[in-house]
């Protein structure tokens, strides 16, 4: 499946963005789709997740209460709403998606096969 990202840009501190995701090939039926991030000089980090098992969200601690993921009904896009954005959450954002749905592996960039280009997101006044 080849994903491509897109939604980012420039926002205010205290802003929001809505990312997207979009499967081509086939839908997301069956996968895991998931957000990571990379700001520069740091590793690739973990930023929210969604099983096709039961389509319970998981977050990192740090986007808690102000991210939410999501996918369409056709499960063709995965999105990631953004709200309340701060300056740390300055990043190259990337989807992510694994026919895997095995609950202790959905933080771990290398549990992912398929990867979006990535999207930047810039929060800054």
């Known amino acids: 499946v080849q994903l491509q990202a897109s939604g980012g840009g420039l926002v205010p501190p205290g802003g929001s963005l809505r990312l997207s995701c979009t499967a081509s090939g086939r839908t997301f039926i069956g996968y895991t789709v998931a957000w990571f991030r990379q700001a520069p000089g740091k590793e690739r980090e973990f930023v929210a997740a969604?099983?096709?098992?039961?389509?319970?969200?998981y977050y990192a601690d740090s986007v808690k209460g102000r991210f939410t993921i999501s996918r369409d009904s056709a499960k063709t896009t995965g999105f990631l709403q953004m709200s309340r954005l701060k300056p740390e959450d300055t990043a190259v954002y990337y989807c992510a998606a694994t026919p895997s749905g095995i609950l202790s592996t959905l933080r771990i960039p290398s549990s992912y096969e398929h990867w979006g280009q990535g999207t930047q997101v810039t929060v800054s006044s």
């Open positions: 969604i099983r096709s098992t039961n389509s319970n969200p």
